[in-house]
């Protein structure tokens, strides 16, 4: 039975770290922005960062327990941690590197070695130095030197960031591959959405070092319930609302009031609704509709930005248009209103 | 030209083996005494870090001979340590080629710690990390990772410091004292020649001198060279 169970708290300087990671899923993935604790939960998690109290479990084995005084070496707790430089030692060999977690250089373990950079298609470079390789074949290289060892429990620390854009889309799909093969549990920690919403099956979100929402990740962010959350997950749009019936409530940033069909629990304080589910309006206004009043058009390679001034003159509302829509637009031209549909509109706390 | 050959043929040359070996033995001692130190430091908190380091440092900062005047106040035959070494384990240090080693020892210490300090704190912590995490011990992580990948700033280190012991005079005079053929470095022959006005043969000792300094930063250059084909000019 695979579980991680990752109860840690921690004081350091002002900074309050208090999460749960708890979760039998095999791809768990934490979402957060830097600063949020998001790092240190997985250091602390392999031994590397220091730990107030909690306790720590992984693969049926407790790694921490504060109140029995359980708190083994990141040695022992064979844990593998890919960390965002790759921390490749630069003075070694790749069958070196490959090589240093397996103890004495034995003819078996060579081998070992061997295998497992074949299956990460690097043989041929087994002389080579780290600096020598690109960004992905160094990624390559330490997840074999991680996999090799055989961990209970791998950890990813934002493994695409320093890799760029074009390379970041390949290794993505490639970890995928790489780790299929692996039946322990993988940890990714990550800033970015996109990464996440490939990557894991349950998703917790952190913000100053507490999680602050949970759960499958496909559901997470259809229904991020807090406003922060939404945030996280790429909602643009986002305004503090006043309930004013069971039915309607009045977006304050926006100016406009909406009439929703549900019922408006009484724990609303936010609205969230995303850049890409806006419906455009020709002609007559139609109920839960905002005036089409562009400010700043961006005009990227598959997608149209609209930023629409609000009448509430704050943040404006981002409006990004794809595809068949953008097709549209050429034909019909610019609408006069936007509406937003009742199934998109999310009601967060 | 022809009287410096014929020089090189009558010279006493116990000098430059006095000063090879004080240099070889105080560097390989610096050199484990260093890193030792430098790994020790870094663990530390701010303050106790500035601290240490002071104290460490100090033998580089002050005259070499008040590190000599130290130096005789503790090893001195008729104060406790000194009777004590003597005493217990038979051990003198003044005015023996021990004296030589301690002395300079004392002296290039700082050198050998200092550039092993820096080298270390530019080490990414990450590498050490990633050694925990993949099962190696705390040993092998710094002979294996720490060590090599400091490998330039302590290879310039070492020869800084090799250089500097070979070369000590002060702390030396006062407690080793030149007793040729046994305490007699090249510093202190090329001073005792001088005074007796022999110009010719403390020129032969200096060129010996000029030959070996510039070797060292040779070397220097050489293992730090390596590493600096990737830094842009500017």
């Known amino acids: 039975m695979k579980r991680l169970y990752a109860d840690i708290h921690r004081k350091i300087g002002g900074f309050d770290l208090d999460v749960l990671i708890d979760s039998d899923a095999s791809r768990i993935g934490i979402l957060g922005e830097s600063g949020s604790g998001k790092s240190m939960t997985l250091k602390s998690i392999a031994g590397i960062e220091a730990v107030d109290s909690g306790h720590i479990e992984a693969d049926g084995r407790v790694l921490y327990d504060s109140s029995d005084k359980i708190d083994l070496k990141p040695q022992k707790r064979n844990v593998g941690y890919m960390f965002q430089n790759y921390a490749l030692f630069p003075t070694m060999s790749v069958m070196k590197n490959v090589m240093a977690g397996l103890g004495r250089p034995t003819e078996e373990n060579r081998n070992k070695a061997m295998e497992m950079l074949r299956r990460f298609r690097m043989d041929g470079f087994e002389d080579k130095l780290p600096g020598e390789l690109s960004g992905g074949q160094q990624q390559r290289v330490a997840l074999a030197r991680i996999m090799v060892t055989e961990p209970a429990l791998i950890l990813l620390d934002e493994p695409f960031s320093a890799l760029d854009s074009y390379l970041r889309d390949r290794m993505q799909v490639e970890m995928l591959e790489m780790l299929e093969d692996y039946k322990g549990q993988v940890v990714m920690v990550s800033h970015s959405r996109d990464e996440l919403y490939r990557f894991s099956e349950e998703l917790f979100v952190v913000s100053e070092g507490h999680v602050i929402r949970r759960g499958e990740t496909k559901t997470v962010f259809r229904e991020p319930v807090c406003a922060k959350a939404a945030r996280l997950t790429g909602c643009k749009n986002l305004s503090p609302v006043k309930r004013i019936d069971e039915h309607t409530v009045k977006a304050i940033d926006w100016g406009i009031d909406l009439r929703l069909e549900r019922e408006v629990p009484e724990s609303v304080s936010h609205i969230g609704y995303r850049a890409h589910s806006f419906r455009p309006v020709w002609g007559q206004k139609q109920e839960n509709c905002v005036k089409f009043d562009p400010m700043r058009v961006d005009d990227l390679p598959f997608e149209k930005n609209y930023y629409i001034r609000t009448a509430g003159n704050n943040d404006p509302l981002c409006w990004f248009v794809q595809g068949e829509e953008q097709k549209i637009l050429t034909e019909k031209g610019l609408p006069d209103y936007l509406k937003l549909t009742e199934d998109d509109i999310l009601l967060l706390e | ?234």
């Open chain 2, 1 to 234: 030209m022809s009287s410096f050959i014929d020089l090189a043929k009558t010279l006493d040359w116990s000098p430059l083996w006095i000063s090879l070996k004080t240099g070889v033995v105080a560097t390989i001692i610096s050199f484990f005494l260093g890193l030792w130190a430098a790994r020790k430091v870094i663990k530390k908190d701010h303050r106790a870090k500035s601290i240490l380091d002071g104290i460490l440092t100090l033998p580089m900062v002050l005259p070499p001979t008040v590190a000599g005047f130290f130096l005789l106040l503790i090893f001195s035959r008729r104060r406790a340590f000194g009777i004590f070494l003597n005493d217990a384990f038979d051990i003198q240090v003044v005015h023996t080629w021990l004296g030589c080693i301690i002395a300079a020892t004392v002296i290039a210490f700082p050198l050998m710690y200092r550039n092993a300090r820096a080298a270390f704190e530019q080490i990414d912590a990450n590498l050490v990390y990633a050694g925990r995490t993949l099962g190696m011990s705390e040993l092998t992580i710094f002979w294996r990772i720490v060590v090599p990948t400091a490998g330039p700033g302590i290879a310039s280190g070492t020869i800084l410091t090799f250089a500097r012991a070979m070369g000590e005079y002060g702390a030396t005079s006062m407690l080793a004292g030149n007793i040729p053929g046994k305490t007699g470095t090249v510093s202190q022959r090329i001073a005792m020649v001088i005074q007796d006005g022999d110009y010719v043969t403390a020129g032969f000792w200096v060129v010996i001198v000029l030959i070996i300094a510039f070797f060292a930063i040779f070397l220097i250059n050489m293992i730090t060279g390596k590493h600096m084909k990737n830094v842009r000019k500017w």
